[in-house]
């Protein structure tokens, strides 16, 4: 097996399938966000450094004990098909050196998307890993979204008493086309079955926002 080959088999699947969290926790800001890759992560966590210098970043480990919940826990998610294209964008044909020794770099985003088929998505690398798997099933005070990026960050920080102004952009493509342009309607099927669960949790179709209730809103304003 090449060098190349073994690497994109431990992107594929963890070992360990027990869940796993990346999150940031503040305790002088009583919070606990819930990173989820490709949903403006650098700039929630740039914002979220300008208010605690010194804020707590783990990654791979469950989540934190809370038994009298004083940590308000959020995370923010994205439509699916539109973080699947992101992805692809930034970390496959984009300049950065990320999967450089694998077979992922440079491909088409078609040839992309049925390779991660293949892949365990609720264990592999972070960035192609469902979204419900990186958020916990229950005892999340919040989840926003990122088509509503300002508003939601508006809301947590209006719970947590912080300013919310001046959110900085991370790691942006202001250039780039809607995500519809990058499927024909078999890739579109295919990556609805592959993320089906992040589909029907978080309220998402190919077109968008099914509805604006599901998960996301019924944690608003807990």
């Not at 966590?45 to 308000?72: K, N």
Request: proline share 7%; net charge positive.
């Amino acid at each position: 097996m090449t060098t190349a080959s073994a690497t994109a088999r431990k992107l594929a699947r963890r070992i360990d399938p027990r869940p796993r969290y990346n999150y940031t926790v503040s305790r002088a800001h009583g919070f606990v966000y819930y990173r989820v890759a490709k949903v403006a992560t650098r700039s929630i966590s740039a914002w979220l450094r300008e208010l605690d210098p010194e804020p707590v970043y783990l990654t791979g480990r469950p989540a934190p004990f809370d038994p009298l919940h004083r940590l308000f826990r959020f995370g923010f998610v994205r439509n699916p098909w539109d973080r699947l294209v992101s992805c692809w964008l930034d970390k496959v044909i984009g300049p950065t050196d990320y999967w450089r020794d694998t077979p992922l770099k440079g491909l088409p985003f078609d040839a992309f998307v049925h390779q991660i088929a293949t892949w365990d998505l609720d264990t592999c690398d972070r960035h192609v890993r469902r979204q419900a798997a990186l958020l916990p099933p229950k005892g999340l005070d919040f989840i926003g979204r990122f088509e509503h990026l300002d508003a939601d960050v508006a809301r947590v920080a209006d719970r947590l008493g912080l300013p919310a102004s001046g959110l900085p952009r991370r790691n942006t493509s202001s250039d780039r086309q809607s995500y519809h342009a990058y499927y024909t309607p078999e890739l579109a099927d295919l990556v609805g079955r592959l993320y089906a669960v992040d589909a029907s949790r978080f309220g998402y179709t190919f077109d968008g926002i099914a509805t604006e209730g599901g998960e996301t809103d019924s944690t608003r304003g807990a």
